[in-house]
């Protein structure tokens, strides 16, 4: 079974700090990653998505995220953050991009950001 | 062009009463997908719909839900007999070949 482990559950940045938000997945085959954002009170907004290909992804919002097989990780990164950024990050491994592919979900990592 | 539109925002019920979800997928999307995010937690699979089939209901409780998408109109997400354990935010999703688009959820509160 397909499992996402993100190990922190909240975090706290200075604005202008880097972030990293880790991941840990489980899954039997050549997985799928995700990375979303759920500001308070809102849906969840696609970051970037790992498939294949290069391992170092660019996403949206100045975010990447590395794929590191041997490690079992898709851990997210941002060099310097915004006060904006301080939201809920959920990290999602599935078994593909077409129709029916069901995303099995981490817990989540709530980011403070501190002026 | 609008994403996923879920309603109610919010939704309160008494213990007991039915509740209803509602998302209309974005314009052309024939897959539906229904999450669940209980409190301080994650999102959890329920059920994977396309138009007029139930695909995937493994996620889904086996008693006191339901869910359909019918060949006209909304998906439609159903809970029968509320209890405080089904508060929570549902979340909603469609998708075409692939790459979901999430709608903004509805957040059910049992009293």
């Known amino acids: 079974a397909q499992s996402v482990t993100q190990p922190d559950i909240h975090i706290t940045v200075s604005e202008g700090a880097s972030l990293e938000l880790r991941c840990n997945y489980s899954?039997?085959?050549?997985?799928?990653l995700f990375w979303y954002v759920q500001s308070p009170g809102q849906g969840l907004q696609l970051l970037l998505k790992?498939?294949?290909?290069?391992?170092l992804v660019q996403g949206i919002k100045g975010f990447e995220a590395e794929f590191k097989r041997s490690q079992s990780s898709f851990n997210l990164r941002k060099p310097s953050v915004h006060w904006s950024d301080a939201a809920e990050y959920f990290c999602?491994?599935?078994?593909?991009?077409?129709?029916?592919?069901?995303?099995?979900f981490g817990g989540g990592t709530r980011v403070l950001v501190k002026p | 062009n609008a994403g996923v539109m879920q309603n109610p925002r919010h939704l309160v019920r008494r213990r007991g009463q039915e509740a209803r979800l509602r998302c209309s997928p974005v314009?052309?999307?024939?897959?539906v997908y229904w999450y669940r995010q209980l409190p301080e937690e994650g999102l959890k699979f329920m059920v994977y719909?396309?138009?007029?089939?139930?695909?995937?209901e493994s996620g889904m409780p086996k008693e006191r839900f339901s869910a359909e998408f019918p060949k006209e109109g909304p998906s439609i997400l159903r809970i029968q007999q509320v209890v405080r354990g089904d508060s929570a935010a549902y979340f909603c999703?469609?998708?075409?070949?692939?790459?979901?688009?999430f709608g903004s959820g509805t957040r059910l509160t049992v009293v």
């Open positions: 999703a469609s998708s075409l070949f692939g790459g979901y688009t």
């Open positions: 899954y039997g085959a050549t997985p799928y």
């Open positions: 790992y498939f294949s290909g290069d391992t």
């Open positions: 999602a491994v599935g078994s593909g991009e077409a129709a029916g592919n069901k995303l099995t």
């Open positions: 314009k052309g999307h024939s897959h």
């Open positions: 719909l396309q138009k007029e089939n139930i695909i995937d």
